[in-house]
């Protein structure tokens, strides 16, 4: 079962620093325009602890392998001095922390989604505490494992989801909220670049230990994160090795499946260097198994509206919108059958997983269609959640393809996870991402 545990957090102190000017989107969304914009906000953003420095401030007769390493060692001395310097404070009592977010969804909804920042200690996916829904690719691992071994902290959570069939934990997370967030202690307040508001609240004592006795009982699911999760495994085997144990422990962001403000939304899909027939070619091969519905309107603007539409069929899981840049023309497409999903039986997907939208375009659609494949997709797909920045990035004569799908849903992802399958790489867009710079986690004792 799932171990989970109150810490002493390291929090800015928000006397020195407006806590709009030092939090920061997570690493994985940010462009490298964004990291300037953030870096030039304030000299203590979280993104100069997050994202180091690689480029443009070493000398350039240092090797790349060097500068490299030196990034990471500045990384991890600015992280240092900001505690000398009383920037960031620890808590001086374990806790945990309650994060509420107050948000527009893309699709135009206001929610609010309660959660709990705490600690977990780390089990091997094989032990069946933590689930993984996603495969990963490799790259990002490298990055985020340098600067664990670097700043031996824990820079943002990585986003568990659990059951909470019998919504105890909900009840009491509820009850603590009401009292955290009304109570005389004030919550920390940040907006993200969205204009979504994220509140915390930190609990202690025996409110805060009730609350980690009832998540322990639980499986967990990584919804957002599993690179990182992946990486602090990693390296709690490295330190195992030398005998220490410090980096047992991730500090993670916990959110009930039940929660009426947890929404998926989709990521859709741009192939680039990768040649596909004409439209008329691949519309014809589609049309064995697919419905094709020709659209009015073949410019951007009118297929964007389009793809608006694709929830609002009685299955959206059979459901995606194609747009072909060299064309200028998109359509919609609809699953006949499922059956014809059958030979993915055949291939060792199960029942849940071979029916998902995401299995379905990568395989009856890139792969059967146009013969892409599921396996070498890394750098030949760039995933966008937002239909309006696809079609501008489709416009710009890089891409071959626009496909959009709609959301995974919850029950899906639980399915696929718990019957020990993975869906492909961005399949879930969890919505409104996690902000870095809240709570920092110094891996160690408390």
């Known amino acids: 079962m799932a171990e989970i545990a109150a810490f002493r957090g390291s929090r800015y102190d928000g006397a020195r620093v407006a806590i709009d000017d030092v939090v920061s989107p997570p690493y994985d969304v940010l462009g490298d325009d964004d990291v300037r914009a953030l870096r030039a ?27 490299e390493d030196d990034a990471y060692a500045r ?27 107050a948000y527009r969804g893309p699709d135009g909804f206001e929610r609010l989604r309660q959660s709990a920042v705490a600690r977990l200690r780390l089990t091997d996916f094989s032990e069946g505490v933590v689930l993984p829904h996603e495969k990963t690719h490799a790259g990002p ?33 509820a009850a ?34 009730h609350l980690c006795d009832l998540l322990r009982g639980q499986t967990l699911i990584i919804a957002d994160g599993h690179h990182r999760y992946e990486t602090a495994v990693h390296y709690r085997d490295e330190r195992r090795a030398v005998g220490d144990s410090s980096a047992d422990w991730l500090m993670v962001y916990l959110c009930s499946m039940n929660d009426p403000g947890l929404m998926v939304f989709p990521t859709h899909r741009l192939l680039k260097g990768v040649e596909i027939p004409p439209m008329d070619v691949v519309l014809e091969r589609l049309r ?18 389009l793809t608006t539409h694709l929830h609002t069929f009685a299955e959206p899981g059979k459901v995606f919108g194609l747009y072909f840049p060299r064309e200028a023309a998109c359509c919609t497409i609809e699953l006949r059958d499922l059956s014809s999903a059958g030979h993915l039986l055949d291939e060792g997907f199960s ?14 659609i890139f792969r059967d269609v146009l013969g892409i494949d599921p396996s070498a997709t890394e750098g030949h797909i760039d995933y966008v959640t937002s ?12 891409y071959t393809l626009g496909a959009f799908i709609n959301a ?38 408390g």
């Open 408 to 445: 995974t849903q919850i029950s899906e992802v639980r399915a696929v996870a718990e019957r020990g399958e993975t869906m492909p790489q961005k399949s879930t867009y969890f919505y409104p991402k996690l902000l870095t710079g809240l709570v920092f986690d110094v891996l160690g004792d």
């Open 351 to 364: 029942p849940v997983s071979a029916r998902l939208a995401v299995t379905v375009l990568h395989h009856l």
């Open 288 to 305: 064995q198994h697919f419905t094709v519905f020709p659209e009015e309107g073949s410019d951007a603007a009118s297929c964007q509206t």
């Open 176 to 209: 603590a909220a009401d009292a955290a967030f009304g109570g005389p202690a004030a919550a920390q307040v940040a907006h993200d670049r969205d204009g979504n508001t994220h509140r915390l609240a930190r609990l202690s004592g025996v409110t805060a230990a």
């Open 41 to 67: 906000r304030s000299p203590y953003n979280a993104v100069r602890v997050d994202v180091p420095e690689t480029m443009g401030s070493v000398d350039p007769s240092v090797s790349p392998l060097e500068a």
């Open 141 to 173: 691992k490298v990055d985020r494992l340098n600067l664990l071994r670097a700043t031996r902290a824990g820079m943002s959570q990585v986003f568990m989801l659990y059951p909470d069939d019998d919504g105890a934990v909900t009840a009491a997370m």
């Open 387 to 398: 239909a309006a920045e696809a079609f501008r990035r489709l416009s710009g004569g890089d």
């Open 75 to 101: 990384t991890a001395a600015a992280f240092g001095r900001w505690h000398n310097e009383g920037i960031l404070v620890r808590d001086g009592t374990p806790s945990i922390y309650l994060l509420e977010h």
